[in-house]
């Protein structure tokens, strides 16, 4: 069965810093690209940032450029988050999800994507 999960979510001080995960399981990963999404209360679900199959190119929100950094290690099925100089403007539920089909305009847009996680809580507050 086809799964992503995330991990890595908690409650960090403004300024502070996360590490998110997102492992697949039962399929292989190396076939997608795989995006970063949040949601905050009351707010659609956005994009964060993206990254192509192998690695090759990446993409990011201009609200996240220079603070956030995606990775990816195909051969352990993880593509990674960090997260750094975090603001409470980052709080929110982060869902990980892969995207056959990579086009500029679309990378960020949930709407294209097809398999997604079941999200972990990120909490920036002092």
């Known amino acids: 069965q086809r799964q992503l999960v995330e991990s890595g979510g908690g409650l960090v001080q403004p300024g502070g810093q996360l590490r998110l995960s997102c492992a697949a399981s039962g399929f292989n990963m190396a076939y997608y690209a795989i995006g970063w999404f949040r949601q905050a209360p009351g707010k659609e679900r956005e994009g964060v940032s993206s990254i192509k199959s192998m690695g090759e190119d990446t993409f990011y929100a201009d609200s996240v450029k220079g603070r956030f950094t995606i990775s990816r290690v195909n051969a352990n099925d993880t593509v990674y988050l960090q997260m750094n100089s975090l603001k409470p403007e980052d709080t929110g539920v982060y869902y990980c999800?892969?995207?056959?089909?990579?086009?500029?305009?679309?990378?960020?847009?949930?709407?294209?994507?097809?398999?997604w996680g079941q999200g972990t809580q990120v909490t920036v507050a002092s």
């Open positions: 999800a892969t995207l056959q089909r990579v086009c500029k305009a679309c990378v960020l847009d949930p709407t294209r994507y097809e398999h």
